[in-house]
Each structure stands twice: as C-alpha cells, then as structure tokens.
C-alpha cells in the first residue's frame, strides 16, 4: 500500500510558475509509475504527466508539453511537477497517484490517489 499527500499549490498569475510535491510512503515506492491528474470545474479528469519507476519514461497532454516538467526522485520517496508559463486553463484540482507496473495514462490503471492540491491561475 502507498500513501500520497501533494502539496505546493496556490495562486499565481498567467505566465508564473509553480511547483507540485507528492510524498509517498509505504513498503515500496521506487517500483511504482507516478502520475499528475487534474480536473477543473465542470470538466472531466484529464492525465497531465506521468513518469516510470526509473524515470526513464515520461508522458505529457499536449497542452502542457514544454511547459511542464515531470521528475522524481525515489531517494526522497517524492514525485515533482514542475509547471512554468501557467495558463488560466491550467487551473485545477491537481491529484498525485501511484500503480504497481508500468507507464499508463489512463486514471482507471492508478491504485493508489492523494487529496489534490488547487492550483488556480489569474488572468
């Protein structure tokens, strides 16, 4: 089992920057595929970046390809998502998760969920 708390939301104006924490804990975390989710007002839950156990696979929506940067570090039992030149459509509810396995995208593939975090960006 795995644990999620994300943390590093806020509000920020069009063109800021911000950067996402998720702390896992459990008996394992370095074999786990990580994954940043958000879903905004209305809308339905979308996959935003996703990243392999090692690290050596990424995945990106197109809308945020270049802006957004996914990375971890298993030492620190800790994914980050780094997001640069944010857009008023980026705001959202942002959701950590974890599976057991390879890169997904797919939502209904993740285990394991974290509280969100609100990110909301001003025009």
């Known amino acids: 089992q795995v644990q999620l708390v994300e943390s590093g939301g806020g509000l920020v104006q069009a063109g800021g920057s911000l950067r996402l924490s998720c702390a896992a804990s459990?008996?394992?975390?370095?074999?786990?595929?990580m994954g940043w989710f958000r879903q905004a007002p209305g809308k339905e839950r979308e996959s935003v970046a996703a990243i392999s156990w090692n690290g050596g696979r990424t995945y990106y929506t197109d809308s945020v390809k270049g802006r957004f940067t996914i990375s971890r570090d298993n030492a620190k039992n800790t994914v980050y998502l780094q997001m640069n030149s944010l857009k008023p459509e980026d705001t959202a509810v942002y959701y950590c998760?974890?599976?057991?396995?390879?890169?997904?995208?797919?939502?209904?593939?993740?285990?394991?969920w974290g509280q969100g975090t609100q990110v909301t960006v001003s025009s």
């Open positions: 998760a974890a599976r057991s396995g390879r890169l997904v995208v797919a939502d209904d593939a993740y285990d394991y």
């Open positions: 459990g008996r394992t975390f370095s074999s786990y595929a």
